[in-house]
């Protein structure tokens, strides 16, 4: 197995704690071999923001997503900049609560749910969307298996809120089921 | 520390502070600044955990000149910058030098010159990392080309530093230092720990600076406050640590100083080689180019080209003798460089027209992609 | 004075480089009769100077000295400090030194309230570079580079260190060295950052382009324009105008840093105890 995997979004979404998080899960809990690096400007909220990781069976030679097979878009600005940078077969999910013009592009699909409005109004808290996108992704393409996502989450989130994150990334999980069951049986 | 378990999720910076702290670095002073930074955050709340001690000071240059201070005490000390601190400490690292203290400088190399690009990766320190300060002086610089790496190459940093009581600058890039990494920390017991030699002759008999009191190039260094009572100056000193203009005493404590670099060469070069020995064409390349390095030339080798990889730890000293050698088996060596050609001119002063030398550059603050380096491969 | 001023000096490193009729002498020689007098270890002494002529002092003293870089002194002094607390760490330096280029580490070193001990060596002037105005010449005084007359005006260095944290701040001069010995005494003995201006006075290149042709014109200067902090307090702000007022300036109690620093570490110790 060899995936990339880019999260994109605004600074302040949480992108680079759920990047740092899927990472953890997929190499310390999974055991596979895996590398997150990040892009950030320099405002700490709502400048361009970018989590990437990559999962492999091999050593990883170069760090760097080149052709990602797994691209999350959580604002407009992320979508119109990543949403077509994808490999021929990979998968978008977007957050469509803060992203009205979709993606454009043949050969991979496209998945949507409302991500930011499922930690607000399902969850009660929308600072945990990131979490919630990691379910909805970890739903949607299996990149992890969710007790390593648990076992993760558990060990990077503030200490007080494990509940709620916890809660975040399983409806998060179930949304994401449900859209790909939606998906592939169109 | 996050977990209990050995192996971790770990960030570049992150290895850098505990790293350090496993070669038993005990004093930090620094100065926030991206993309260090969180080096200092680490290591404020780690040293106190084993007794040590973290200083924020008011600015770049109090942080390098407090490190020095503590090394005195006999502490092992470092600093942790990017560019811009890293210019303000050179007056100090010049200090160290002819003073023979010990301690480590980290630079996080970032797009420069000047403010530059805070944010993004650079390799265009290389240079001022070995000139940075005025006149003539040693200094060893590391440069790792993982997280893993970097815990393990921290420590060796340490050990040279105190072993040839030199400054060592520890070279990271924006890529290694952000990227995290899975790691599995060694066991303390696995790694080799050096303390620098300290004297065993009486007080009123120690002349800090003479060298053949110890192995003929590095005296033995007191603690302060052990009684040795001896003073240090950056003036250019005899044996005594006095100030002297003397012509031939000048002159010995430069060539002596100097001398360093050459006799600590063997010890301190770390220098792998990949696929060489059937090598058509090598990729010399350092940090984190050396990972694209490493993609290229398995993709290469995938095409039918006989690529192979230098990749080096050590900058400086250069690692003459490695290049020399390749330089006389293959037909060309590709130095791709997140600058615009700065370790090039070793590689081609190194090989002595045995071979061609191509420079592959990037300067737009993005890292050189594999695919670049393939492209320089099938070209030459 | 228990012992004999030689008993801490480098003989052998003797003549000085101090020109005829410099203050600094009389200064380092203050220095000397208050550590004879708390009766401090020769082994438990740290003397850290800068560059100029005033932090050529340590080498001259048989502790373990060290002779930093222009303006560093006090950041040097800071990391030997932090990491041994036990060893009284003074810093002699000079007034560019200190309140130019080392100014910023000055007014921190103050802010942290770190147990360290700065003698001011105040000749108003550059001297290892020739008579350079420093940011202690007194404005209309003329220097090499201030050929027409200097027209900023000088720190009031002990409100200032004060005003930034100190726990001592006092003032001497070289013309009642005695005075300055007991003031530095007091600075060595607070717990706490202490600070000493001691004014001293450089014929060679402030005194000949300024009207004081010699060592002794310089310290009848001093003698007629120092005024006691009692009698400071009788006189009004135009009698003080051109006078320069010695004695402890500032005294309080603060925290020191080191001791601090403790409490971080118990903390951090506890976090670790409450993880395990």
């Known amino acids: 197995m060899y995936k990339e995997i880019r999260l994109s979004g605004t600074g302040g979404q949480g992108l680079i704690l759920a990047g740092l998080i899927l990472a953890e899960a997929a190499g310390v809990y999974d055991g596979h071999e895996v590398i997150q690096t990040q892009s950030y400007g320099p405002e700490a909220r709502g400048g361009a923001s970018r989590a990437e990781v990559i999962i492999s069976d091999n050593v990883i030679d170069f760090p760097k997503v080149t052709s990602p097979d797994i691209v999350l878009v959580m604002s407009q600005q992320a979508c119109d900049r990543y949403g077509s940078q994808v490999k021929q077969g990979g998968i978008i999910l977007v957050d469509d609560t803060n992203v009205s013009s979709l993606p454009t592009i043949e050969g991979a699909s496209v998945v949507t ?3 930011t409005e499922i930690a607000r109004h399902d969850v009660g808290r929308q600072v945990v969307a990131n979490v919630v996108a990691l379910g909805a992704l970890v739903g949607v393409t299996d990149i992890a298996t969710p007790k390593a996502m648990e076992q993760a989450i558990l060990s990077r989130v503030p200490k007080g809120t494990e509940e709620l994150n916890m809660k975040a990334f399983n409806v998060g999980l179930e949304r994401g089921r449900e859209a790909r069951a939606k998906h592939e049986t169109p | ?65 407090a490190v020095i201070g503590a090394s005195l005490t006999g502490a092992k000390s470092m600093t942790a910058t990017s560019g811009p601190g890293f210019s303000l400490k050179q007056e100090s690292i010049g200090f160290a030098a002819i003073a023979e203290i010990p301690c480590v400088i980290v630079n996080v190399m970032r797009a420069g010159p000047s403010t530059g690009v805070p944010t993004a990766p650079s390799q265009a320190d290389v240079m001022q990392a070995r000139w940075g300060t005025h006149g003539d002086h040693p200094v060893v610089v590391l440069c790792p080309t993982s ?73 033995p260094m007191a603690d302060f406050g052990t009684g040795y009572r001896y003073h240090l100056t950056g003036l250019t000193h005899d044996k005594t640590g006095f100030p002297t203009g003397k012509r031939p005493e000048v002159d010995t404590l430069i060539r002596r100083l100097y001398s360093k670099m050459d006799k600590a060469k063997q ?99 993005e890292p050189i992609s594999p695919d670049e380096i393939l492209s320089a491969l099938k070209e030459v | 004075m228990a012992k004999p001023i030689t008993y801490y000096l480098r003989k052998d490193k003797m003549p000085h480089i101090w020109c005829e009729g410099c203050g600094h002498g009389i200064v380092l020689g203050a220095v000397l009769r208050a550590i004879d007098s708390l009766e401090l270890d020769k082994n438990n002494v740290c003397v850290v100077s800068g560059i100029g002529c005033a932090s050529r002092a340590p080498g001259y003293l048989d502790f373990d000295t060290l002779h930093t870089t222009h303006g560093r002194a006090l950041a040097f002094a800071t990391g030997i400090k932090m990491m041994k607390p036990k060893l009284n760490v003074i810093v002699l330096a000079g007034d560019g030194d200190l309140a130019a280029i080392g100014g910023n580490h000055l007014i921190h070193a103050a802010r942290r309230n770190i147990n360290l001990t700065t003698v001011c060596f105040n000749n108003s002037i550059y001297g290892m570079t020739s008579g350079q105005y420093s940011p202690m010449t007194p404005t209309g005084k003329m220097a090499t580079t201030a050929p027409y007359g200097h027209i900023e005006e000088p720190f009031d260095l002990c409100d200032l260190v004060f005003a930034a944290g100190a726990s001592f ?67 009004s702000p135009e009698e003080l105008a051109d006078k320069f007022v010695i004695g402890e300036l500032g005294t309080r109690t603060r925290p020191e840093y080191t001791k601090r620093y403790e409490d971080i570490i118990a903390a951090a110790a506890k976090e670790t105890d409450d993880n395990v």
């Not at chain 2, 040839?164 to 890529?175: A, G, N, Q, S």
């Not at chain 2, 003479?210 to 003929?216: E, L």
């Not at chain 2, 006989?306 to 250069?318: D, E, H, M, Y």
């Open chain 2, 1 to 65: 520390m996050h977990s209990k378990t050995d192996t971790r999720l770990m960030q570049g910076n992150e290895a850098c502070a505990e790293g350090a702290i496993a070669a038993g670095m005990r004093f930090f002073a620094g100065y926030p600044i991206t993309p260090s930074t969180e080096i200092a955050e680490e290591l404020a709340a780690l040293l106190p955990k084993v007794g040590g001690k973290f200083l924020q000071m008011e600015d770049e240059i109090a942080s390098i000149s």
């Open chain 2, 147 to 219: 997280v893993a790496e970097t815990y393990t190459l921290i420590v060796e940093a340490f050990n040279i530093s105190e072993r040839w009581r030199i400054p060592v600058i520890f070279l990271m890039d924006e890529v290694i230092a952000h990227m995290r990494e899975k790691v599995t920390i060694p066991d303390s017991s696995q790694l080799r720990i050096v303390d620098r030699a300290r004297p065993t002759c009486k007080p009123e008999d120690y002349l800090p600076f003479d060298a053949d009191a110890g192995d003929g190039v590095v005296p």
């Open chain 1, 113 to 115: 749910l409302p991500i």
């Open chain 2, 267 to 365: 010890e301190v070069t770390f220098v792998d080689e990949v696929l060489i020995e059937d090598a058509d064409v090598a990729v010399f390349a350092y940090g984190i180019t050396a990972r694209a390095g490493a993609k290229a030339v398995r993709d290469a080798r995938a095409e039918g080209i006989s690529a192979g990889l230098v990749r080096t730890k050590t900058l400086w000293p250069f690692p003459d003798e490695h290049v020399e050698r390749i330089a006389s088996t293959v037909r060309a060596i590709v130095v791709p460089e997140m600058n615009m050609g700065q370790l090039v001119h070793e590689v081609e002063r190194a090989s002595k027209g045995k071979t061609k030398v191509v420079s592959l550059t990037r300067v737009d603050a």
């Open chain 3, 169 to 235: 701040v006092g003032r001497g001069a070289t013309y009642h060295a005695r005075p300055l010995s007991r003031l530095i005494a007091k600075a060595i003995s607070t717990d706490g950052f202490a600070f000493v201006e001691a004014i001293s006075q450089c014929p060679t290149y402030f005194g000949r382009r300024n009207k004081m042709r010699n060592a002794l014109a310089m310290l009848d200067w001093q003698k007629e324009h120092a005024v006691t902090t009692k009698a400071a307090s009788k006189l």
